[in-house]
């Protein structure tokens, strides 16, 4: 994913999911790909044009079907599966935070991991959503931070996206 290549990537996340599918952050990760995947459909590059632009080192996935270009990468890992794979990502979340009680010092840090990695999570799923002009859903995602106590305290960068996404999923409602 970091050399470029969200659809390599995303098919190297697929491999990894039978030993890891408890894993937030590989359903979150999963979502990136697929989020990289649109822009570059949407940009109307082709693998080979792609690869060449990251200049960084690719993943070799040759023995996977590409079916020639990024076009056609919709049915692998597209932007509506990304919904899905943030969705699975903050349910997974809410699960392993439901365990914790708060009473250590390790558990109140793996609660704050938690909040930032769940705020990441309805962020990321607020913009897919905006995307693909859902704005109800957009702003539900949006307020989910902006109204939790916990994801409300993640900091100014994450109060500001989460409030744009909001306020542009309100003026699309009109």
Known sequence: L????????YLNFEQTLSKYSSRPIVWMRMAECCIQCHSKQKEGHSISEYDQLSKNFIIDTSDYTYEGKFQNSGKICGIYKAIQYLRNGIYL????RSKFRGESEIEQIAQKKLDVLEASALLQLSYVHLTLNSSVCALSAAMEILTDSRLKEMGIQTKYLAETYACEALCSLG
């Open 2 to 9: 970091m050399a470029g290549n969200p659809l390599g990537a």
């Open 93 to 96: 979340i809410k699960s392993v």
